[in-house]
């Protein structure tokens, strides 16, 4: 089965995740990450340089907008990465605590509704991950075939006028004085080099579904074990009055490690916002001008043309919600635990205890998530702002052009 072998262990994670980091150099040896420096490097050889060094190639505003939202789309694409490329301690810290945290609460001993969130959550973010990338692999089939099946059955079929024959381009650009809208070895050579970026843009997309959009969602998920932690207390009343100081003993261990719990949560989501605040940044600002362009050049067009600008365009709208979407889940199971603490009867505790509640308490208070740079949460609500802050772009231009 397709990446079955990258999940063994019901408490690993990232199963695909990691997988995808190691073969692009992302994970392991610092020496590896030259492996992902050539991709980069090639992306932007066959995806910017060319936009921004040459003409897009065609006439019109619709070929504007096409190659304008392509330019954006693959800088913010590539920036991002070689952003999390050089953040990859950080990435390296949260993934460790992930690893050493699921592995503790998944040991003998641990309350049996920890192990089975953990479980069922790891087995739920594997089959995320495979149905992720085979939608990405899917795209991959249709971005690049597609095009040279059209051209290529446009040629054959113009028999002795092949002079007259446009070629499809799966990108708006020139390419280093090529001719590649009308000479066919000229268009070979192009495809033959494009696809080997349009794979590694491929592979890059597969780690920000599974490595970027999850590491949010194991961050609402130590919150959440957190909770059933809390849970798994029971009424302190219950326990005041026993002799046994072995079970007393055991009872100050278990709120204990929910404190110690609680604080690592807190500094993951933490470290999670630091260190990607820009990236979101730079997505939510670029989607705006991206997806207007998009829905314009889609709207306006038809053609094999259109068929690209749909999949970057759907590309796009599922990062942004994921972002979105595990952003939500964050903040919402953060909250989660100011309602368990303060449902649980902490007051009868001894007073060592009731402080250290006290000031998990204090520390539930305050909102967790995630933002753009500061600006604002990223949020479900911040998702439909966006939408419809885009379509009302998209009639503006269209109204104008």
Not at 77 to 103: D, G, H, N, P, W
Not at 128 to 150: D, E, H, K, Q
Not at 248 to 267: F, G, N, P, S, Y
Request: hydrophobic letters at 45%.
């Amino acid at each position: 089965m397709l990446f079955a072998h990258c999940f063994r262990d019901n408490v690993d994670v990232f199963p695909v995740g990691m997988h995808t980091l190691k073969f692009l150099g992302l994970w392991g040896e610092p020496r590896r990450v030259v492996r992902f420096g050539c991709i980069a490097s090639w992306m932007a050889f066959m995806f910017i340089a060319p936009k921004t060094c040459l003409e897009y190639g065609g006439e019109g505003f619709d070929s504007f907008a096409r190659g304008t939202a392509e330019l954006i789309y693959f800088t913010d694409f590539i920036s991002s990465m070689v952003l999390f490329a050089f953040r990859r301690k950080s990435y390296v810290r949260m993934i460790t605590t992930l690893q050493e945290t699921f592995r503790t609460l998944a040991s003998p001993g641990q309350p049996i509704s920890c192990v089975n969130a953990i479980t069922n959550f790891n087995r739920r973010i594997f089959r995320y991950s495979r149905i992720y990338a085979c939608f990405i692999g899917s795209c991959l089939i249709f971005y690049v075939p597609l095009p040279m099946t059209a051209t290529f059955v446009n040629y054959f079929a113009a028999g002795n006028e092949t002079d007259s024959v446009e070629f499809v381009l799966p990108l708006e650009n020139k390419f280093y004085g090529l001719d590649t809208r009308r000479n066919i070895l000229h268009y070979i050579i192009y495809m033959m080099m494009l696809t080997p970026a349009v794979c590694g843009s491929a592979s890059l997309s597969i780690v920000k579904g599974t490595v970027l959009f999850t590491i949010i969602r194991y961050g609402a998920t130590l919150f959440e074990l957190v909770s059933l932690k809390i849970a798994d207390l029971g009424d302190p009343s219950n326990f005041r009055d026993q002799d046994d100081l072995e079970t007393q003993r055991k009872r100050q261990d278990r709120l204990q490690e929910i404190i110690t719990l609680h604080q690592t949560a807190l500094e993951f989501a933490d470290l999670l916002e630091n260190t990607m605040q820009h990236i979101l940044l730079s997505q939510f600002v670029n989607c705006l001008l991206i997806s207007c362009l998009m829905m314009f050049y889609i709207s306006s067009t038809y053609g094999p043309n259109v068929v690209n600008m749909v999949i970057l365009f759907a590309v796009l709208m599922v990062e942004v919600f994921a972002y979105c979407y595990n952003g939500d889940e964050l903040s919402e199971k953060a909250a989660a635990v100011a309602n368990s603490i303060y449902c649980y009867p902490w007051y009868l505790e001894p007073v060592p205890v009731q402080q250290a509640i006290q000031l998990m308490i204090l520390r539930s208070q305050r909102k967790i998530g995630i933002t753009a740079a500061k600006f604002y949460f990223v949020d479900i609500g911040r998702f439909g702002v966006v939408v419809q802050a885009s379509y009302s772009y998209y009639l503006i231009l269209k109204e104008r052009f």
